[in-house]
């Protein structure tokens, strides 16, 4: 990212200094936690949000480390809120802002299970939100994302999806037409 985006980045985040291993960012805290366990696996909260346009489409993030689309989301940090955590990763990871309006649903199990790159294994248990896009300009977290998209049902149906999404997506579309 250039010197704007970065500024940007920072601004979103609130300041957090990220760390990186195997090409991922990691908060401090995360890093501290690494630092004294390694690569073992790792039960982390985390949260995400399904932000859906105007036109009813979701907005989705292709991962650089995978190349498969998912709902834009990441690790909770101490003493945050699940909603917190979601609207500060969209910030962070796209440069958009939402309102959140309701809640999708809490996943986790084999499916949420990842090892990352540098061998990091965590089990995320996450709390998915709908939203409703405000605004902002796309400056994508390039170290993360790849690119984004708003895709309707059966564009994102289509779309090569990390295994967890091929439950989360259908439930947010389906948590969107219920406040539509």
Request: aromatic share 6%.
């Amino acid at each position: 990212m250039g010197s704007t985006a970065d500024a940007r980045a920072a601004a979103a985040s609130g300041g957090r200094a990220a760390r990186y291993r195997g090409g991922m960012p990691m908060s401090e805290y995360m890093t501290s936690i690494r630092k004294r366990i390694g690569s073992d696996l790792l039960l982390t909260p985390a949260a995400g949000v399904a932000v859906f346009d105007d036109q009813h489409r979701m907005l989705l993030a292709r991962h650089v480390d995978t190349g498969m689309w998912a709902t834009v989301g990441g690790a909770m940090d101490p003493d945050e809120s699940p909603a917190e955590a979601a609207l500060r990763e969209l910030a962070e990871e796209t440069g958009l802002s939402a309102e959140i309006v309701g809640l999708v649903g809490a996943y986790g199990g084999p499916k949420c299970r990842v090892t990352y790159p540098n061998g990091d294994q965590t089990s995320y248990v996450a709390i998915i939100y709908v939203a409703r896009l405000l605004g902002g300009e796309p400056v994508l977290q390039r170290d993360e994302i790849h690119e984004i998209g708003w895709f309707t049902a059966a564009e994102a149906d289509a779309l090569p999806k990390r295994i967890e999404m091929h439950d989360i997506v259908p439930d947010c579309f389906a948590a969107w037409a219920a406040l539509s």
